[in-house]
C-alpha cells in the first residue's frame, strides 16, 4: 500500500504549474527512480514470491490512494508493475473510446492507468461514513435544496468541464421551483471552502449532490452524498465506479455526460414532476441497501457483506480465477476475453455474468 497521493507528493515542494513540459517529466522520472522503484525492488528481489507466478508480480496487488494510480509513474516502472493487480479509487474506460481518440483526463503528460476487468477500482475512505444519519419517515420533508455541489469551480483546465458548465447553469437559472406542491432552491453551488459541519448539513438538506469531474473523473463527493443521505448526480465520462459486478449502481444514482451537464434539471425532473417524490424515495432505498459496500469500517461484524473489504476480496477472487484460466494485463486479448468467460460460466456465483454494456459514457435516469 502507497499511503500518499503521489500525485500531490512528487510537487510537494515545487507546484506542476511552474514546471515546463520538459522539466514536469523529469520529476516524475527522478521521483519513479529515485523513490518508488527502489520500494519496488525491495518487493521484487528480497522476498521470494515476485516470481512465482508465470507473469512475474501477477501474485501481487499495488494499492494506490490517489487519482491517479500508477500513472504518476514513468513507463519503465509501469512496465515492471504490468501484471500487478493495482486497487485504486479512478477507473476510466479509455478502451471504449475510438482509435487514436485523445487520452481522458490528461494532465501535463500524466496519465490515469487503468485497465478494465484486470485492476479494482475501490471507494476512497471520507470521515461521513462515521456520522450518523437519522433514515427517517420525514427524510423527503426536510430536503429543501434540489442541487447541492461545494469545491472549485475553476479545478479543471477545460473552459468545457463539467464544474464550467455547473457555473453557468447555476447563474442562468431561476433558482426556485415547485414540484408537487414543494418548493425548492434549484440549485446551491459554493465555490470554494465551507467547514465540514456546514457541508455536511448541505448535503443532506439536498435532494441530490452534484458530483462533476475534476482533473480526473474520481470524487468522493460520491460517498459522501449516500452516507449523508443525498443521491449522487455524476457528471463524469469515461468513469468507473467500485464493484460494477456485483452493484446495481443504476438504482441509486444518476448520470450525465459532461457535455450534457446543462440538461440537469430535465434529467432530474422531466416528465417525472408528477411522480417525483416517489422516484426519490426508491432511488434513496436502494442506496440504503448498498451503503455498506463503501464503508471501510463495519457497523455490522457478524454481516459478511458489511463493508468494502468483502467485496474486494471477491473481486480479487474473481481476478485470480480469470488468471488462472489465462486471463492476462492485456484485457483486450483473446485468451483473457475467453478467460473471463469461462470464469462467468463455471463461477457464477462468485463472479456473476455481467454484460459488457459499461456505466462509462452512458447516461441514466430514474430507470
Known sequence: MIPHDLYCFIFFHQLFANFTNAQFKA???NYSQNYFEPLLDHVRFKFPYWTMSDQPGANHI?????GRNMGVLDEHVQKILRHVIQLGPTGIRQDLLRRHAAELYLH??????????????IPPFTPTELRTVMNSNDWYEKKTKLLFFAGALNHSLSSRSARSVLEIFAHNRSNHLIIEKK??????????????????NAIMSSVFALCPEGYSPWTPRIYEAINLGSIPLLLAD???????RFIPWRSFTLKLNVSKAHQILELIVGNKISDFERHIRRKKSNADRYMHAFRWFSTASSDKYSDVFYYVDRELQCRRLEQMMGATSDVQSEISRQARAQVC????????CTQELSLAFDQYSYD
Open 238 to 244: 469515461g468513469i468507473v465506479l467500485p464493484f460494477e
Open 62 to 66: 499495488v494499492t494506490f490512494v490517489g
Open 108 to 121: 501535463r503528460n500524466l496519465s490515469t492507468v487503468y485497465r478494465h476487468a484486470y485492476d479494482i477500482v
Open 27 to 29: 520529476h516524475v522520472s
Open 345 to 352: 460460466r463455471s463461477y457464477s456465483d462468485l463472479c456473476p
Open 183 to 200: 418548493l425548492f432552491t434549484v440549485v446551491t453551488i459554493v465555490n470554494g471552502y465551507m467547514s465540514s459541519e456546514a457541508y455536511a
